[in-house]
């Protein structure tokens, strides 16, 4: 009788089942929690730590990074929004929840028979169709004069702002955003906030007490000086110069301001707020905004908000899916509605008809008005450029391709193999 014997492990179409739902089910719950706060009218959550910390936020970076995620799909969306955050500083809660509608779309048609990668080639090509529609609706401000091109960043900040805990004050922040940007040329190094270590005088030599070094680094640099560590050759050191540095009082805090520096693109924003958690969220929004405005005074392109461009590159993945034969068009139009599920769900939170509105406004873009969106302090639809409510390019490019390549990723998994622990090496005496 043979001793060997050989292990065989089966995989049911039972298991590729299992694991395909658990991932749509951890993904989809992701979405389904932070799309309440989408919009000008979305809701906050309250963060509860387990030092009983409370924080008050609406901001879907802030909010995914700090639940407990086990289910691995979700994870990938967690990431996919702190990506979005790095990368654009807006649209956190979009791609999230544009990504959470593609696989709640992707469930029903592998239930309906089709082959993951059949959906995957009709999301592609509905990718591409819906990026050529967002090209054509950009509106280049490289060839504005610089009055036309501040007014522009300043509806682009807005409407950044609309969103957030400094809407009721957006107009003081927007300029206040617009003009940081302005002044750092579009440089993406941003420092929402710049805390001031206190400051000492002795004998009449001005001296900077347990300074952090980011705070040197950027004294270094906006004064034309360099940093040294030791004071061994002061000779060949470059020394910095500025006009006057003075003492400024801000509430109970003293701050110094220097002025007239070599480098004047530096700029400090001191918020200040009633608590901790409502500070926290202002120094969040206004950093959102002034990473947008960065990357637009970059890539000076811009679209309509509202919902327009998501309504706008659905229609054209709908009328692509009607020229396309074969299973690929449902994918295709699978894609059209979780663009259109996006201003759907803007029009849920401010507490309107969506299904009117939605429906009015394909009748609008079917018929070529692509600048037409959802003006959420009527709650009717409207030309996105008479009111103002405009958004960078980047971060809608950002958003159609970060969300569908996240639900590719996850909707091809057909099963969660958890690995085995990593084998130490023996401890040698």
Known sequence: MNSHCVHVILITEQGYRTGRLSSFIGAIAIGDLVKTTLGPKGMDKILLSSGETVEVTNDGATILKSIG???PAAKILVEMS???DDEVGDGT????????????EGE???????HPQTIVQGWREATKLA???LDSAAHQLSNQSDAEF????????????SSKLLTQHKEHFANLAVDAVLRLKGSGNLDAIQSQEQLFADAGIMAIEHADFEGVERLALVTGGEIVSTFDSPETTKLGHCDLIEEVTIGED?????SGVAMGEACTIVLRGATKSILAEAERSLHDALCVLALTVKNPRTVCGGGAMEMWMAEAVAQGAAKTPGKISLAMESFGRALRRLPSIIADNGGYDSADLISQLRASHANGEKSMGLDMNNGVIADMNELGIIESYDV??????????????IIRVDDIIKAAPRRRAPRRH
């Open 108 to 114: 029903q048609l592998i239930a309906a028979k089709l």
């Open 131 to 133: 990026l050529a529609a």
């Open 93 to 104: 809660t979009s791609v999230t929840v544009l990504a959470a509608e593609l696989l709640r």
């Open 69 to 71: 995620v086990d289910n």
């Open 82 to 84: 702190k990506v979005q």
């Open 254 to 258: 003293k701050l110094l301001r220097f």
């Open 396 to 409: 809608k490019h950002h958003l159609v391709t970060s969300a569908a390549e996240a639900a590719e990723m």
């Open 150 to 161: 501040r007014n522009r960043l300043l509806s682009i900040a807005r409407t950044t702002l």
